[in-house]
């Protein structure tokens, strides 16, 4: 369990609110409370696992860009779309560590590192662990997404020191065939099973906004929170619309349905870490401070994404300073990492 938990962690196992039985019916009687209701329970559990002032920071680096032979509807990333996206070679070790570099100066305490795969191979992993190394020895936690992953590369990421594993279930296992064809949910879940295995902590969430139903999104934040262990992190990315893409047209997603979808994330899973992730260049301060009054403890900080604008950092450190939020301090900085 992160290390920022303010509970005893090995209390969590005997703890009511840390549930591996949820039911459908459950989660969406949750998304029909009344919006008070809902944030009230939420934030009442936020301040139970956590300091409710406090926000985690990841910066994100695309190591990898474009090229990838999946089919994902919303990726900008994939080759069967004409994204206007040019495909890129891994980048350079030396590049890699300089960006961690600059955004640890800037105050990131997660560095999560992004490659366009279906899955690794071996000769990829092996320029991808002594980035995981480099970044570590700055002391910052790392992440890394690489497609699938087979139970000896976990091993080997882990090995490697590697803290985060993302890997997203994206959306409901019954909408799941409107999203994706190249990959099945089924493929999704054993991957998260390898890692879990490995003893990486799992980063696992979706996408809002891509045409699913509020059902949907209740049924995968159950199968979210009935995996064996929570995920430690969970990313919630609102739809970014990438011209090209089957999902360029969808209609624009309700603020509320992503406020409420945080909130039953954060009541479902009360000690992870969930995040706003993707789609905060279309929310105002607003919202944002309203995600994270909703439960929502970690955003990504840094101008980019993955191949998209994220709120420049002095924008963001300006609106958690007027918030009275302060960055978490990463497990590095306690001494865990190393
Ligand atoms: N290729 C790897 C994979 O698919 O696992 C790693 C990178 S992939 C881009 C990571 C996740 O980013 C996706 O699973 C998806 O949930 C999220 N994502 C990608 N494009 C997005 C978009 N346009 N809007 C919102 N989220 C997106
Ligand atoms: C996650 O859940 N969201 C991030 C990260 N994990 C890898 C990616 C968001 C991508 C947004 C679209 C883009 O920049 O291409
Ligand atoms: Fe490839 Fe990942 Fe984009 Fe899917 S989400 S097309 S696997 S980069």
Redesign the pocket.
């Known amino acids: 369990m992160a290390t920022q938990l303010r509970i005893d962690p090995s209390a969590v196992s005997a703890d009511p609110h840390i549930r591996h039985d949820w039911t459908k019916a459950e989660a969406e009687a949750l998304f029909a409370l009344p919006l008070n209701d809902l944030l009230f329970k939420a934030q009442g559990l936020l301040r139970q696992y956590f300091d409710p002032n406090e926000v985690q920071l990841s910066t994100l680096l695309?190591v990898k860009t474009g090229g990838?032979p999946?089919d994902?509807g919303?990726?900008?990333?994939s080759s069967r779309y004409d994204t206007g996206l040019k495909a890129e070679k891994l980048m350079a070790l030396d590049e890699v560590l300089a960006a961690a570099k600059a955004a640890k100066d800037a105050g990131a305490g997660r560095f999560c590192m992004?490659?366009?795969?279906?899955s690794p191979k071996e000769r990829d992993l092996d320029r991808i662990v002594p980035m995981i190394e480099g970044v570590k020895a700055l002391g910052l936690e790392t992440c890394v997404?690489?497609?699938?992953l087979e139970a000896a590369q976990a091993e080997r990421l882990k090995d490697a020191g590697l803290d985060y594993y993302?890997?997203?279930l994206?959306t409901s296992e019954e909408y799941y065939p409107q999203v994706v064809s190249t990959r099945t949910y089924g493929d999704r879940l054993e991957t998260l099973a390898n890692v879990r295995d490995a003893g990486i902590k799992v980063c696992c969430?979706?996408?809002i906004?891509m045409g699913e139903g509020e059902h949907d999104r209740a049924s995968m934040l159950v199968t979210l929170a009935n995996l064996p262990q929570h995920p430690d992190s969970v990313?919630i990315?609102?739809?970014?619309?990438?011209e090209g893409?089957p999902?360029a047209a969808e209609a624009k997603l309700d603020t509320f349905d992503f406020v409420r979808t945080i909130a039953v994330a954060r009541v479902m899973m009360p000690a992870s870490m969930v995040r706003i992730?993707?789609?905060r260049m279309e929310m105002d301060e607003a919202t944002q401070a309203l995600c994270l009054f909703a439960g929502a403890n970690s955003i990504f900080y840094g101008d980019k994404?993955?191949?998209?604008p994220n709120p420049e950092g002095n924008e963001d450190e300006a609106l958690l300073d007027k918030l009275g939020f302060k960055p978490m301090a990463s497990s590095c900085d306690k001494g865990s990492c190393a």
Do not use: S
């Not at 997404?145 to 699938?148: Q, S």
């Not at 990315?237 to 990438?242: P, T, W």
């Open positions: 695309n990838c999946e994902c919303y990726c900008a990333q992004g490659a366009a795969w279906r997404t690489l497609g699938m993302n890997h997203n994206d969430g979706g996408i906004g990313p990315n609102a739809l970014v619309k990438i893409t999902f992730a993707a789609g994404l993955l191949t998209t």
